[in-house]
């Protein structure tokens, strides 16, 4: 139930606060709704197979709704692969999160390379199938190629970043770059999907590769 938000002193402009907050948690509903249903959808379809009015029909809205909300098929794709990285969809980076802080709370490198890991593999598992929808995307929407350039520095950056943090040095550029392809969603599709590997398996390999780049010179 709604809480209402009202000022006696303040004649109508408690009923107004009201309202305001009751269509800021419906649209956040809608939002959420909608980022579901897109997500879902994605995954299984890919970007070709997948309409906005696919979309709002899934999501129990009309298709104008789905526009409103997050104006175009592009937008809505790259808000699904935000959310993907971080597990939700709160306006707060990977990097100010407990699971990434938590690498730097390691008392030793095998340690903090092994909570990295562990941030690494549910982030793959989330986002795979909506990345091969981006790069489906890419190849036929020039806005799709660049949010996939973006969000593929944003990787590079946080994998260095990452690693720094595990060495307690900046890592070597080599390092970096093997590191940036074995942490990558398409090598944990290969795995997961191509060998019908378990992620518990998965993550045990990941925790040997990144130790085994960090342990020797880029």
């Not at 903090?112 to 981006?134: F, G």
């Not at 946080?158 to 080599?174: F, K």
Request: proline share 4%.
């Amino acid at each position: 139930m709604a809480t209402v938000e009202y000022d006696s002193t303040a004649g109508g402009s408690g009923t107004r606060r009201y309202r305001s907050s009751l269509r800021r948690r419906q649209a956040a509903q809608t939002r959420a709704v909608v980022l579901e249903a897109a997500t879902r959808l994605f995954a299984e379809r890919g970007w070709v197979g997948t309409g906005m009015r696919d979309i709002g029909r899934a999501a129990g809205v009309s298709v104008e709704t789905v526009y409103a909300t997050f104006g175009s098929k592009a937008d809505l794709l790259k808000s699904a692969l935000e959310v993907a990285v971080v597990g939700d969809d709160a306006p707060v980076p990977l990097a100010a999160r407990p699971v990434y802080t938590a690498i730097g709370a390691g008392r030793t490198t095998g340690e903090r390379v092994e909570i990295a890991a562990r941030m690494v593999a549910p982030i793959n598992e989330r986002l795979h199938r909506l990345a091969a929808a981006l790069r489906q995307g890419a190849t036929v929407d020039p806005t799709l190629a660049a949010v996939g350039a973006d969000l593929e520095a944003q990787r590079r950056r946080s994998i260095t970043d990452v690693a720094g943090v595990i060495l307690g040095r900046r890592p070597d550029p080599g390092q970096v770059d093997e590191l940036w392809v074995q942490t990558g969603d398409q090598v944990y599709a290969l795995f997961i999907e191509g060998c019908g590997w378990s992620r518990v398996r998965y993550e045990a390999w990941l925790i040997d590769r990144i130790e085994e780049i960090l342990d020797r010179p880029g």
